[in-house]
């Protein structure tokens, strides 16, 4: 049964994500402005916006976000208003990525000059999957709800993966370039090395637990990948396509064997790869499916990824 004193605002996705899965969507009063599942938290009160237009091409954006923080800036706003009129009890944000939401810090700022409420702040940092459990587990704590059934479901998934993948022989294990941002060009990190593995393949330039390392052409072009999957930071299926034809319109992208080999796929990132959230799982089930057809079928095809 849910607390009626609860007033929960969530300021990244992935935590609301957790929140619903927790059964504490009723509770949540407000969200940030990319807090977009489940469908029933869109109408609640926006409390956090960009400080730059969020459209137009990767470069552009990346350039934008990178002018804020190189001028010592954060890159969102918290609505410090929306949120003295909510009243929360628990505000959860993140500390992992200023480009990502709102900083932990900004967020505490914000909280120390509240008059009507003095809200816990519950702030998550994932790198990993295992980490990502312990989020659950801390955010369902301080909540006051038990989370251990819904994570030993979630855990049961990953095992079902993981135990047809693991006795694969070398030669069925494909190179995995995963990327993540496409102008400038940005290798996939944290936990996306790890659900590479998970799935069966191997996973190039992203090492398991660090952030996304930037990426040069080049390195593309000499480490040969066997796939190629496109997971755009904030960007849906049909937004992550447009962005790739810059990239795919470049003389040696026709050269590269992978895409002779017609091997390379987009996803839908802002719903699954780029949320440390239970969507991890349907992360996983995607590149299951794109890695190992023979074995996987989840029917992710068409709605999380597509072939480019």
């Given at each position: 049964m849910i607390d009626r004193q609860?007033?929960?605002?969530?300021?990244?996705?992935?935590?609301?994500?957790?929140?619903?899965?927790?059964?504490?969507?009723?509770?949540m009063v407000g969200r940030s402005h990319e807090c977009d599942y489940p469908p029933e938290i869109q109408n609640l009160p926006v409390c956090t916006q960009p400080k730059f237009n969020p459209e137009g091409?990767?470069?552009?954006?990346?350039?934008?976000?990178?002018?804020?923080?190189?001028?010592?800036?954060?890159?969102?706003?918290?609505?410090?208003?929306?949120?003295?009129k909510l009243e929360p009890t628990h505000i959860i944000t993140q500390a992992q990525?200023?480009?990502?939401?709102?900083?932990?810090?900004?967020?505490?700022?914000v909280v120390a000059n509240l008059t009507k409420s003095h809200p816990q702040i519950i702030s998550l940092q994932?790198?990993?999957?295992?980490?990502?459990?312990?989020?659950?587990?801390?955010?369902?704590?301080?909540?006051?709800?038990?989370?251990?059934?819904?994570?030993?479901?979630?855990?049961?998934?990953?095992?079902?993966c993981s135990e047809k993948t693991q006795n694969l022989p070398v030669n069925d294990i494909p190179k995995v370039a995963c990327i993540e941002w496409s102008n400038p060009l940005m290798a996939a990190g944290?936990?996306?090395?790890?659900?590479?593995?998970?799935?069966?393949?191997?996973?190039?330039?992203?090492?398991?637990?660090?952030?996304?390392?930037?990426?040069?052409?080049?390195?593309?072009?000499?480490?040969?990948?066997?796939?190629?999957?496109?997971?755009?930071?904030?960007f849906d299926l049909e937004r992550t396509r447009q962005?790739?034809?810059?990239?795919?319109?470049?003389?040696?992208?026709?050269?590269?064997?992978?895409?002779?080999?017609?091997?390379?796929y987009i996803t839908d990132g802002n719903s699954y790869?780029?949320?440390?959230?239970?969507?991890?799982?349907?992360?996983?089930e995607i590149l299951a499916e794109i890695l190992h057809p023979e074995l996987f079928n989840f029917g992710y095809g068409g709605i999380g990824w597509v072939k480019l």
């Open positions: 609860l007033k929960i605002v969530s300021l990244i996705p992935s935590a609301t994500e957790i929140v619903a899965i927790l059964g504490l969507t009723d509770a091409s990767s470069r552009e954006i990346h350039n934008r976000a990178t002018e804020l923080l190189q001028s010592a800036l954060s890159v969102y706003r918290v609505e410090t208003e929306t949120l003295e990525c200023d480009v990502c939401a709102a900083s932990l810090a900004e967020v505490e700022a994932p790198n990993l999957l295992a980490e990502v459990w312990a989020d659950m587990e801390q955010v369902a704590m301080s909540l006051g709800v038990d989370g251990n059934e819904v994570i030993s479901q979630l855990k049961y998934r990953v095992k079902a944290n936990w996306i090395p790890e659900l590479v593995k998970l799935a069966g393949g191997n996973s190039l330039f992203g090492v398991v637990g660090k952030h996304s390392p930037w990426l040069k052409w080049e390195e593309l072009l000499i480490a040969n990948p066997d796939m190629i999957i496109f997971m755009p930071c904030g962005d790739t034809m810059e990239l795919i319109n470049r003389p040696e992208w026709q050269d590269l064997p992978v895409v002779k080999s017609g091997k390379v790869f780029n949320r440390p959230g239970p969507r991890l799982v349907d992360s996983l």
